[in-house]
T-cell receptor, first 114, second 117 residues
């Protein structure tokens, strides 16, 4: 079974631009979570989607948004990029129901904001 | 809010030795899950082992085992017969068991483990 895939793997953007990252979960997984990893703040939870509904949200500004499609694929969008948004963005998927909580991660998208 | 603390920023051992990574957490919840993830230089986050808080028995996965002390809020990882491929950043993580299944991992700052030949 194929793992979690994320596209693109690397991205360079300019301050003020917006960016969209994509995540395809493991087949059959209905929950997708997003995390930001930086050297200073470590790994921080952004949001989680299940069956196209945001089920949980982290403490990030409104510039960070996401959505999930009917095929469970998810996108996250960051508008008005700031230098501090440079990070590794990790997506994780799980089956979704409460008893199926193990999250499996994709390889990440490395975003650099200049 | 839950917090996870890994007090050892870096550790280094010789191949074949046993190493223990420490993790403590703070929560008022009674139902939760604990995890250890491994992140090698490739940056791919790999699930190593998990523990349900309601289970008293410590989880084991081949060379990896945990020492879960619920009252002390401690969750350490023991790697036996360490191998060069175990070299990685190790993260301890906490997940509250939401009744409706919502998921959110709270991570510690990580321990950089180096296995020397």
């Amino acid at each position: 079974k194929a793992g979690v895939t994320q596209t693109p793997r690397y991205l360079i953007k300019t301050r003020g631009q917006q960016v969209t990252l994509s995540c395809s979960p493991i087949s059959g997984h209905r929950s997708v979570s997003w995390y930001q990893q930086t050297p200073g703040q470590g790994l921080q939870f952004l949001f989680e989607y299940f069956s196209e509904t945001q089920r949980n949200k982290g403490n990030f500004p409104g510039r960070f948004s996401g959505r999930q499609f009917s095929n469970s694929r998810s996108e996250m969008n960051v508008s008005t990029l700031e230098l501090g948004d440079s990070a590794l963005y990790l997506c994780a998927s799980s089956l979704g129901p409460a008893e199926h909580y193990e999250q499996y991660f994709g390889p990440g998208t490395r975003l650099t904001v200049t | 809010a839950q917090t996870v603390t890994q007090s050892q920023p870096e550790m280094s051992v010789q191949e074949a030795e046993t190493v223990t990574l420490s993790c403590t957490y703070d929560t008022s919840e009674n139902n939760y899950y604990l995890f250890w993830y491994k992140q090698p230089p490739s940056r791919q986050m790999i699930l190593v082992i998990r523990q349900e808080a309601y289970k008293q028995q410590n989880a084991t996965e081949n060379r990896f085992s945990v020492n879960f002390q619920k009252a002390a809020k401690s969750f350490s990882l023991k790697i036996s017969d360490s191998q060069l491929g175990d070299t990685a950043m190790y993260f301890c993580a906490f997940m509250k068991a939401y009744s409706q299944g919502a998921q959110k991992l709270v991570f510690g700052q990580g321990t950089r483990l180096t296995i020397n030949p």
